[in-house]
C-alpha cells in the first residue's frame, strides 16, 4: 500500500512535455505575436517607403528653408506659358511667353503624386518661336504635378535659370497654365 501510494505520488509530479504546458504558451503567445506583427509592419515600411521630396529645400542646422530664386527670375522674365496634352496621340505642346531668348529645349517633368517610379521627364523641342513639342509615355489619366525648366539634366534642377509649375488633373481637361509660384 506504502508502495503503490508513492508511485501515485511520484506520477503526479512527472512534467509533461513543455509545448503541452498552458503557461508556456500563456507567457510564450504574446511574444510570437510580437515579432509577427512587427516582421510584417517592418516589410510594409520597406516595401512602400515614403519617396524624396524633390524641389528646392536645404538643411540649414535643424531647419528646412525654401528657395524661391527660380520662381522670382521667372517672374521677372514674364515667363508663363500654356501646356496641352493631347492624349490620341501621346503628345504635349507648350507655348511660351516671356522676355527671353527661347531656348532650342526645354525639359517637362511629371511628377505622380505618390509614386516616384512613375515619373516621367520629358524633353521638349522647339518648332516655332516659343513653341515646343515632345512625346509623352506616361498615362495621361488622374493628377500630376508639373516642372518645366531649360536645364535639361533632371539632377540639375537646382541650377535651372528659371523654373515654371502647375498641377494637371487629367479627369478634368488636358491643358493647364504653367508659371512661377506665387509667394
Known amino acids: ?63 528646412y528653408h525654401y528657395s524661391a530664386e527660380q520662381d522670382e527670375r521667372a517672374r521677372a522674365l514674364g515667363l508663363a506659358g500654356m501646356l496641352l496634352f493631347s492624349p490620341q496621340n501621346k503628345t504635349v505642346t507648350f507655348d511660351l511667353r516671356g522676355d527671353i531668348e527661347y531656348p532650342e529645349q526645354l525639359l517637362l517633368t511629371l511628377s505622380h503624386p505618390v509614386e516616384a517610379d512613375l515619373d516621367e521627364h520629358i524633353v521638349l523641342e522647339q518648332i516655332s518661336i516659343g513653341r515646343y513639342r515632345g512625346q509623352v509615355e506616361a498615362p495621361l489619366q488622374h493628377r500630376w504635378y508639373l516642372l518645366l525648366m531649360p536645364e535639361l539634366d533632371p539632377e540639375q534642377f537646382r541650377d535651372a535659370i528659371w523654373r515654371l509649375k502647375g498641377e494637371i488633373n487629367f479627369n478634368l481637361g488636358n491643358g493647364v497654365p504653367l508659371k512661377p509660384i506665387e509667394q
Open 1 to 63: 500500500m506504502v508502495e503503490q501510494s508513492v508511485t501515485q505520488s511520484v506520477e503526479k509530479e512527472v512534467p509533461g512535455v513543455w509545448y503541452r504546458e498552458p503557461w508556456f504558451w500563456v507567457v510564450m503567445a504574446p511574444l510570437v505575436v510580437v515579432v509577427i506583427v512587427s516582421l510584417t509592419m517592418v516589410s510594409i515600411a520597406v516595401r512602400y517607403g515614403d519617396d524624396v521630396v524633390s524641389d528646392t529645400y536645404y538643411k540649414d542646422s535643424r531647419m
